[in-house]
């Protein structure tokens, strides 16, 4: 494949400079990488920057162009990585150098996602410079590795953006490229469980009661066998995921029998569970698993993650009529409909904007992400920016713009 630079930035190259800028949260923040996008990006092409900043230091970035009367669609994602942690030591390169070995291009970000970011404004670059309707956008969120306070779920809030329909690039593969265009956007609930009996010498544990963190483990052990209720399935065909025991705390040292235990657990949501009949249902099986044993307190977590619900959007919405046709051109065939294994951005967009949200079409695959030798394929940097450029295209040639959006332009 010609990898060219002469439609606009090289997205190999962009990746290279984004990856190079360390956006790690928490940690330094998306001030610099935002700036460095606007001065090299932005600028140049004479695009319309919007800076939306609820918390300092932390902005969210909209490049758009306006090419007239038309739909108008926006390409997201967000701008900070998980940090390097304590993965540092495996891996095999700089995690802050991008390095091109065998097709694969290295680096901290790569996949998720300063190479689908790099690939959508190249994407960007080309839509402004071919005549036709509508109007195209790049936004770059913070804060989306730790709950998006700073960012989705501020821009929701706030009735941001004003569009017609919305694709977040997140890599689109589990295990390998392209495995899906993700219509479901799995949701999440975290919830705690603290449990209290009486702590005491190890040596009279026999009387002093229940071990805390005994009486734990039996309710991570139902957590683990615990099937969430489901009210209506949806339309794309997937289950919750439930991970229990994701932390425990409890138990002060040897020679003490400990009481209290804290224990967190996890469901990845899907469309058709309802918050209320989940809750009660773990309400019911923290207790009958405790069986009076213990005190217990039950919290679900307040900062978005104790109930963040899956979203899902229709296959006949037009923005997936477009990214359907965009990906059989480029690719020669259309990857499954599917669900996100993971909770994206859509979880904030789709409730507050009413609006279509792809919750994953993106180079890439999510099992390197969030660990050591992160990558993504460099030819998919390439592709990706070509199905974006094509999705912008068929989408503004095809798609009605909404009341709301036409408002707003």
Not at 2 to 29: C, F, M, W, Y
Not at 183 to 204: D, P
Not at 253 to 261: L, Y
Request: overall charge negative; glycine content about 12%.
């Amino acid at each position: 494949m010609e990898h060219s630079s002469a439609h606009g930035p090289d997205p190999l190259q962009l990746t290279a400079d984004l990856v190079g800028i360390d956006s790690h949260n928490p940690g330094p923040g998306e001030a610099a990488i935002s700036d460095f996008v606007v001065e090299h990006v932005a600028i140049p092409l004479g695009a319309e920057v919007t800076r939306f900043e609820p918390v300092p230091g932390r902005p969210n970035v909209m490049l758009t162009i306006d090419r007239g009367p038309g739909p108008h669609l926006v390409l997201s994602g967000h701008l900070d990585t998980k940090p390097v942690g304590d993965a540092g030591p495996l891996w095999n390169t700089d995690p802050l150098t991008l390095v091109v070995d065998d097709g694969l291009a290295y680096g901290l970000g790569a996949s998720d996602m300063k190479g689908p970011i790099a690939s959508m404004l190249t994407a960007l670059h080309r839509f402004a410079g071919r005549d036709g309707p509508g109007k195209a956008s790049v936004l770059l969120t913070a804060d989306e590795e730790v709950a998006s306070a700073a960012g989705a779920a501020a821009l929701a809030a706030a009735g941001q953006p004003r569009c017609d329909a919305l694709v977040i690039g997140e890599p689109s593969g589990a295990d390998r490229p392209w495995e899906m265009i993700a219509l479901v956007s799995r949701g999440i609930c975290c919830v705690e469980i603290e449990l209290t009996t009486t702590q005491g010498h190890s040596g009279l544990s026999e009387l002093r009661g229940p071990n805390a963190v005994v009486v734990a483990a039996d309710v991570v052990r139902a957590f683990h066998e615990f099937s969430p209720p489901v009210a209506v399935p949806g339309p794309i065909n997937c289950a919750p995921t439930v991970n229990a025991g994701v932390t425990v705390s409890g138990g002060v040292g040897f020679g003490t029998s400990p009481g209290r235990c804290v224990v967190g657990c996890e469901i990845r949501l899907v469309p058709g569970m309802d918050q209320a009949e989940v809750e009660a249902a773990i309400r019911t099986l923290v207790h009958d698993a405790v069986a009076g044993r213990a005190e217990v307190a039950i919290r679900f977590l307040d900062d978005g993650r104790g109930w963040a619900a899956a979203t899902v959007v229709a296959p006949d919405e037009q923005v997936v009529v477009s990214a359907r046709r965009a990906c059989r051109e480029v690719l020669g065939a259309e990857p499954p409909l599917d669900a996100y294994p993971g909770t994206t951005e859509a979880s904030h967009f789709i409730p507050a904007l009413g609006i279509p949200v792809i919750a994953s079409l993106g180079p890439g695959w999510l099992s390197v992400a969030h660990g050591p030798n992160e990558c993504v394929g460099v030819d998919q940097l390439y592709e990706a920016a070509s199905i974006y450029h094509l999705l912008l295209e068929d989408f503004c040639a095809a798609a009605e713009p909404t009341t709301s959006s036409t408002n707003h332009r």
